[in-house]
Nanobody, 115 residues
């Protein structure tokens, strides 16, 4: 069974950094698209960043210049390096993977940025 295993969330002060990791287990296929979404309390889930197998990236405007998405295709793993974190980045971050035409979600990891 294919699973997404997330790690790396936590509590950090404003201006700090965190690195999120999401690994796909149980599949021999490489994900077409890997990315991160987030959902803050009372708000809709929003795209943070995505990266295709070919290396094309997409970021929401509010994180450009602060967050970097990368992936290890051999390990079917995606990373989100988050720098200069702000209180408004506080949310549950979800890994999203498109694998053989199916969209899969991780369980979510909490990121809390204190002011």
């Amino acid at each position: 069974q294919v699973q997404l295993v997330e790690s790396g969330g936590g509590l950090v002060q404003a201006g700090g950094s965190l690195r999120l990791t999401c690994a796909v287990s149980g599949s021999i296929f490489r994900a077409d698209v890997m990315g991160w979404y987030r959902q803050a309390p009372g708000k809709q889930r929003e795209l943070v960043a995505t990266r295709t197998l070919g290396g094309t990236t997409n970021y929401t405007n509010s994180v450009k210049g602060r967050f970097t998405i990368s992936r290890d295709n051999a390990k079917n793993t995606v990373y989100l390096e988050m720098n200069s974190l702000k209180p408004e980045d506080t949310a549950v971050y979800y890994c999203n993977v498109v694998l053989i035409g199916r969209a899969l979600w991780g369980q979510g990891t909490q990121v809390t940025v204190s002011s």
